[in-house]
């Protein structure tokens, strides 16, 4: 069978050739087809620099207002999967909900998974696009014990979204420029990261053909976990439970240092990032500015910075490389935003569904092939079935 090399985590094995997105883990650099970051963040919209990480390149004004429109035309979701939303308790974590809804999307749209054409695979990428930030305002919406609201039509993409989100009933949805902002900012952050854990699932899912949204779903299976886009989860509640405790950082990171310990110091380290996360210097400003024009104090910003100003003067973190990375401050811009923190990796996986489309359309494209790794045997050697009663 010839040699195999196991390479745990993939930490040294590259998947695939990719155009979409640059990152230097050693210098903090991040580029979306070229454009960096930082110029993104604070020039461009999202539905830009989805249109931009899925085609490559940024749309001039006729081909965005085609893309939104296609989108818009797009915005139903069945009535029918309003049964299956109502078919979860209230307690249900909304990342398993949306996993679920997103894959229950085919079975009401069948054709998403022909992408015979390129005409039907940019179909199927409107359709999602459109749909996707109705099932994060439903599942939001259940949570909060809210009624289902549909978008509006004369708002922006995002702006649409946070009316989904958060338009009261009996009551006009008043437009938040600061909020709609913020949103706008964290959605670019989070739209693509190359071959992070759930991009590479998008891909090796759809590498054996499967359609987009159940490539998508599984995608969001894998953001889930704490070690991924769950972090932003557990940082907030890391955060919480050291004020809970009287704000004793010094503590927590003895804890985070202990090798007997399980608790790590969430929001810290980076698989690629041996250096600042360009994303939480960005983020991290974000949330002064968000909390500040909000006029809100949160005690929890102080203990955050506290935490991060310990960390970089402390030896385990200065020479493991431990920087903080992209969600050590979203959170607290998701709290400010009134977004409850059960929501927080739901909010990941809105901003990530452009990067994650991207990424399967490169390798349908080049016709890339399943995605199938080997394996080191260590198991036991051939022996002989015992029948039961000898056993
Ligand atoms: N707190 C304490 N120690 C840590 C931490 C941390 N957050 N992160 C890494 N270390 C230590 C780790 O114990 C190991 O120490 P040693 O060499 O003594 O055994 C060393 O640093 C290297 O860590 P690793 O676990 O081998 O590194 P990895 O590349 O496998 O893991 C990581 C990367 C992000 C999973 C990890 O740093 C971590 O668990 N961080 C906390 C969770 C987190 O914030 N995740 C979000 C990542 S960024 C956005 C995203 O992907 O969603």
Redesign the pocket.
């Known amino acids: 069978t010839g040699m195999v090399t196991i390479d745990p985590?993939y930490k040294n094995t590259g998947s695939c050739e990719s155009a979409v997105t640059f990152l230097d883990g050693e210098k903090g650099i991040l580029r979306y087809r070229g454009y960096s970051i930082e110029e993104l963040a604070e020039k461009a919209d999202f539905l830009e620099v989805a249109y931009l990480l899925i085609f490559g390149e940024l749309p001039n004004k006729a081909q965005l207002q085609k893309f939104h429109n296609d989108i818009k035309e797009e915005s139903q979701v069945d009535e029918e999967m309003k049964k299956i939303l109502d078919g979860f308790p209230k307690s249900a974590h909304p990342m398993g909900v949306l996993s679920s809804l997103t894959s229950a999307l085919v079975a009401f749209n069948p054709t998403s998974v022909d992408v015979s054409s390129e005409t039907a695979m940019y179909n199927s990428i409107v359709r999602i696009l459109a749909k996707f930030p109705v099932l994060v305002a439903w599942t939001l919406r259940k949570k909060k014990g809210l009624p289902l609201d549909y978008g509006d039509d004369s708002l922006g993409y995002v702006e649409n979204i946070h009316k989904m989100m958060f338009k009261r009933p009996n009551q006009e949805y008043k437009k938040d420029p600061i909020a709609i902002d913020a949103l706008d900012k964290l959605l670019i952050l989070h739209a693509d990261h190359e071959q992070?854990c759930s991009t590479s699932t998008v891909r090796i899912v759809g590498s054996s053909h499967a359609g987009l949204f159940a490539s998508l779903s599984a995608g969001i299976s894998a953001l889930w976990g704490?070690?991924?886009?769950g972090?932003n989860q557990a940082v907030l509640e890391m955060l919480e439970a050291i004020e809970a405790d009287g704000g004793d950082t010094k503590k927590y990171m003895a804890k985070?240092k202990d090798k007997d310990d399980p608790f790590?110091?969430?929001?810290?380290?980076?698989?690629v990032y041996k250096n600042f996360d360009p994303r939480a210097k960005i983020i991290k400003k974000a949330a002064d500015d968000v909390l500040g024009n909000l006029g809100i104090q949160d005690p929890i910003l102080d203990i955050a910075k506290g935490l991060e100003k310990e960390a970089l003067e402390d030896s385990y973190f200065v020479d493991?490389k431990?920087y903080p990375?992209?969600?050590f401050y979203s959170g607290i811009i998701y709290r400010a935003l009134g977004i409850p923190t059960e929501m927080f990796t739901v909010m990941f996986a809105l901003g990530r569904l452009p990067g994650w489309i991207a990424q399967w359309r490169e390798m349908r494209l080049r016709k890339e092939p399943i995605g199938r790794p080997r394996q080191v045997y260590i198991g036991e050697n051939l022996r002989s079935f015992v029948p039961l009663e000898k056993r």
């Open positions: 985590g992070n704490p070690l991924h886009g972090a985070a790590r110091l969430m929001g810290f380290g980076h698989r493991r431990l990375n992209v969600d």
